[in-house]
């Protein structure tokens, strides 16, 4: 059991490893770079997204929620249950009500978002009565490098075109 808690613990950098690789891929292509990663219960990737609104016509094409459609896709089960969910922003109200749904065993988040989060801020999904599913989460993992990404990618936006 010890030796599966360190295994899982040491899948988590990589996994954040990946997930801000699939956010700076967003970036690239003009979307607010969030990434995220399933990884099954054994620690093996089933799943890695980025943020898919703009390409997509999407609005609620967010990178977790895509990841674990691929994941449940993979996994041919609706419920992710034991999986980790790795992203790199703290999911918005949306996608945290959406991982109640799969059923996902953790969730791992780099940024804290206090205007549209929905874990740690605003309605606080998993902490409501009436949420059936409680996931483990930690929050604030590779924090830095994760909103450094959204505040170069912003701040980009904000410069007007001829500089
Ligand atoms: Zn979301």
Do not use: W
Not at 32 to 51: E, F, T
Request: glycine share 8%; net charge neutral; hydrophobic share 40%.
């Amino acid at each position: 059991m010890i030796q599966d808690q360190t295994r899982i613990q040491t899948d988590i950098g990589p996994a954040m490893q990946t997930a801000l690789q699939a956010a700076r891929e967003a970036s690239s292509c003009g979307e607010v770079p969030v990434g995220a990663v399933v990884l099954a219960p054994d620690g093996r990737v089933l799943a890695v997204a980025r943020n898919h609104v703009e390409g997509a016509h999407d609005a609620s094409a967010h990178a977790e929620l895509l990841a674990m459609r691929e994941a449940a896709a993979c996994l041919q089960n609706p419920r992710l249950t034991d999986c980790t969910l790795v992203v790199t922003l703290e999911p918005c109200p949306m996608c945290a009500a959406a991982i109640v749904h799969f059923r996902i065993g953790r969730v791992v988040f780099g940024a804290y978002d206090p205007k549209g989060g929905g874990v740690e801020h605003g309605p606080r999904i998993f902490e409501r009565p009436s949420c059936l599913h409680r996931p483990e989460v930690i929050g604030g993992v590779c924090e830095r490098e994760a909103s450094g990404l959204l505040k170069d990618f912003f701040r980009k936006l904000r410069k007007p075109i001829a500089e």
